[in-house]
């Protein structure tokens, strides 16, 4: 961690400002993580499902080791959430086209529907949340998350 603060402090980044944020980030991601499997419990579903949910209504159809890939999570973690999700008829597996090794990950109509149901859910409580929060405070967010965005895209191999 000092060789990030070290190099962070280099690019006009107050060193205590960092390790402020660090901490903040520490404590945020377990809560925010939290929060956000509360409210979707509601809804049967888990943030991991949503995003595969997520990915395949913006995506179509895809393999697993893209599905893997694009969300970031070692193939073991997406081939237990699929068949999760397999098993309750929210996606089924269908063979490649020109791949017979490859599997294509497709939502059925039950799936899409749970999406809808499940994306308005995630979108309703973070609006809350977020909602609850001054303005400015809002604004100043929008903009740390796109420039961390920004940031993470540059030094991504993605």
Same mark, same amino acid.
């Given at each position: 961690?000092?060789?990030?603060?070290?190099?962070?402090?280099?690019?006009?980044?107050?060193?205590?400002?960092?390790?402020?944020?660090?901490?903040?980030?520490?404590?945020?991601?377990?809560?925010?993580?939290?929060?956000?499997?509360?409210? $979707?419990?509601? +809804?049967? *579903?888990?943030?991991?499902?949503?995003?595969? !949910?997520?990915? =395949?209504?913006?995506?179509? #159809?895809?393999?697993?080791?893209?599905?893997?890939?694009?969300?970031?999570?070692?193939?073991?973690?997406?081939?237990?959430?699929?068949?999760?999700?397999?098993?309750?008829?929210?996606?089924?597996?269908?063979?490649?086209?020109?791949?017979?090794?490859?599997?294509?990950?497709?939502?059925?109509?039950?799936?899409? $529907?749970?999406? +809808?149901? *499940?994306?308005?859910?995630?979108?309703?409580? !973070?609006?809350? =949340?977020?909602?609850?929060? #001054?303005?400015?405070?809002?604004?100043?967010?929008?903009?740390?998350?796109?420039?961390?965005?920004?940031?993470?895209?540059?030094?991504?191999?993605?």
């Amino acid at each position: 961690m000092s060789i990030e603060i070290e190099s962070v402090a280099s690019c006009d980044a107050d060193p205590s400002d960092v390790r402020q944020l660090v901490a903040v980030f520490d404590r945020f991601i377990p809560l925010f993580s939290r929060y956000m499997h509360e409210a $979707l419990s509601e +809804a049967d *579903t888990s943030p991991a499902r949503l995003r595969i !949910l997520r990915n =395949l209504n913006a995506n179509g #159809p895809s393999a697993m080791q893209s599905l893997a890939e694009g969300l970031c999570v070692a193939p073991r973690t997406i081939t237990s959430l699929v068949d999760g999700l397999e098993e309750e008829g929210l996606v089924v597996r269908k063979p490649h086209p020109t791949d017979r090794r490859t599997r294509v990950i497709e939502m059925t109509e039950a799936g899409k $529907l749970a999406y +809808a149901r *499940t994306e308005s859910v995630f979108e309703k409580t !973070l609006a809350d =949340l977020l909602g609850s929060l #001054p303005k400015d405070v809002r604004w100043g967010l929008l903009e740390g998350q796109r420039r961390l965005v920004e940031k993470l895209s540059e030094r991504s191999k993605l």
